[in-house]
């Protein structure tokens, strides 16, 4: 390592509460940050989609937050704080030295392409401890937990039985690229995470039972078992099927995994016929992907009055409408499906779908309808399940009853921390959190969950979305939705409990901080024209005594 010193900046330029990108050498970046009297340097970039952390969100804290789609960062250690970041970034030492602001670094590591660093792991597990670590899925939340597990220093065996026949993979590009190579998506290779974090991976499995008297889990049909001293359930979601005529055809798809991309993909080509069944976000996505392929037609077909409603409100539902059907995508809504019928040369297959006695022609049909729990074998295992299939956890993501047992992710109905009140959120992004709180729990710092939600979805222009809004009663709309740039307020009970945006970067991530905050406008002042961009947290002079928690403060005296 090559280090080098270089005068980025004058003092004067960087003010408390600033942050600023600088050049370092050549075609290298990084970001300075300023937090009271103390000054911190790190990448420039994001390493979830590589996102100019500039333009991100700083708190009196230390967190800097990507803009796109909330990963956060320690502005003093460069570790990861919130998923989706699947890696750190680097730190440099800064100083100020004759009214200059010094950077020091390895000139490499300022690079874009060299914006990730590999985490600060306290155990690799290869030492052993007697203890063992059991996870049951292979998504989101399995790759945070072993990355957290590792991280807090947790030595025992870690192993996954997953369904799924690669590692966890960034799943949310499936729908939004179609992509249908598993090792381009790949968070770490089954090599990596063997030899670095000292994980083994079984895919290809089916987990039966849990027997929780005994610490076992039995797969594959009763052929093996495994012991573990605490387990992390974390199945993720299986895709729903209407129950009607004509679903099981072959050409009939649901979408989640890599195959179902594979099957989509190949049927998406020019000429052909597509029918979505359901008009929110993995539907819709898809309709995005394949939209420029020449189709013959797409055809969607919601229950709500406008796409997206009952998440996103009616003017924006009509503004995302307009666009799509700017792009040729026809919409049959307030309907409900009869029927899919069979082709008459091949029964096989299906060859439309019936909507008010109107049969829509589909060479293949998605049906987008929602994902349920998959805790199907649980229901064996003395579980008690809610009416969604669902598992009730606490604050700390422990299952009730069960003093090893975690449930992480859309399989997990946990606390949210202002009502107390239990949710199961379908996000990429809690799946993550959960997964890296879980594991700095079981390592033995135990981590009450108390994330913001944050989604994003590819809609012709970028939505990114935060908070809990599924019971809004009023939305506060800033912009025109039907231009695909907007910001949308969510309120319930006269508080804004979720923001939704399109072309207002960072607007969302700062909402997602001023959530976590307290902080949050109220709606009438946010009718009065307030702009949250506005409102100062990275300074900590508007914030209010009573409201700086302890986290705050110990986060401070670690950055100073």
Request: charged share 20%; net charge neutral; proline share 4%.
């Amino acid at each position: 390592m090559s280090l080098k010193t270089i005068a980025v900046c004058n003092e004067s330029e960087l003010q408390d509460g600033q942050v600023k990108q600088v050049d370092f050498e050549g075609e290298g970046k990084v970001v300075l940050y300023r937090l009271n009297d103390s000054i911190h340097a790190t990448s420039a970039f994001c390493t979830h989609y590589g996102a100019p952390l500039a333009k991100g969100v700083l708190t009196a804290e230390g967190r800097i937050v990507c803009p796109w789609h909330g990963a956060c960062f320690s502005v003093c250690t460069g570790d990861i704080e919130d998923a989706p970041a699947p890696a750190a970034i680097h730190s440099f030492k800064a100083e100020v030295v004759d009214g200059k602001i010094n950077v020091t670094a390895d000139p490499s590591l300022t690079l874009k392409s060299n914006t990730s660093r590999s985490p600060k792991l306290l155990s690799t597990g290869a030492a052993g401890s007697g203890k063992s670590v059991v996870i049951i899925g292979g998504g989101s939340a399995t790759f945070y937990a072993i990355e957290s597990l590792r991280e807090h220093g947790y030595s025992g065996n870690i192993t996954v039985l997953s369904k799924e026949k690669h590692p966890p993979i960034d799943r949310t590009k499936l729908s939004k690229a179609l992509i249908t190579d598993s090792s381009k998506l790949e968070w770490r290779t089954a090599a990596d995470l063997k030899i670095k974090y000292g994980t083994t991976l079984r895919t290809g499995v089916t987990v039966t039972s849990v027997d929780t008297s005994s610490n076992l889990v039995v797969f594959d049909g009763g052929k093996e078992s495994i012991s573990y001293e605490t387990l992390i359930l974390a199945m993720g979601g299986t895709p729903r099927r209407l129950l009607i005529p004509g679903s099981d055809l072959e050409n009939v798809y649901t979408f989640r995994s890599i195959e179902d991309s594979k099957r989509v993909d190949a049927a998406a080509q020019e000429g052909k016929r597509m029918v979505v069944i359901g008009s929110s976000f993995i539907g819709m996505e898809l309709v995005v992907a394949v939209a420029q392929r020449g189709l013959a037609s797409i055809d969607v077909i919601g229950t709500e009055e406008y796409p997206f409603q009952n998440v996103l409100g009616k003017e924006v539902g009509q503004g995302l409408q307009k666009y799509h059907e700017s792009q040729g995508i026809k919409f049959h809504l307030k309907t409900q499906v009869e029927k899919i019928v069979p082709s008459e040369s091949d029964p096989s297959l299906a060859a439309g779908v019936v909507v008010n006695g109107e049969t829509l022609p589909a060479d293949f049909i998605v049906m987008g309808v929602g994902v349920a729990p998959a805790t199907e074998f649980l229901k064996q295992s003395g579980f008690q399940l809610e009416k969604d299939g669902g598992i009730k956890v606490d604050q700390y993501l422990k299952v009730q009853g069960q003093d090893n047992v975690y449930a992480v992710g859309d399989i997990a109905w946990y606390p949210q921390q202002k009502t107390g009140e239990s949710r199961r959120i379908e996000h990429w992004n809690v799946a993550g959190n959960h997964g890296r709180a879980v594991g700095k729990t079981i390592a033995g710092d135990p981590q009450p969950f108390a994330k913001v939600p944050v989604f994003w979805s590819a809609q012709g222009q970028q939505l990114r979305y935060c908070g809990l809004g599924a019971d809004y009663d009023d939305v506060i709309i800033h912009g025109n939705p039907g231009e695909m740039k907007f910001i949308a307020y969510y309120v319930h009970r006269g508080e804004v409990v979720a923001v939704s945006s399109m072309q207002n970067d960072p607007v969302v991530s700062k909402a997602s901080e001023l959530l976590r905050l307290g902080l949050m406008p109220s709606p009438a002042e946010l009718r009065e024209g307030k702009n949250l961009l506005s409102i100062d947290i990275s300074t900590g002079s508007t914030r209010p005594v009573h409201q700086v928690c302890l986290r705050v403060i110990i986060r401070k005296k670690r950055c100073s």
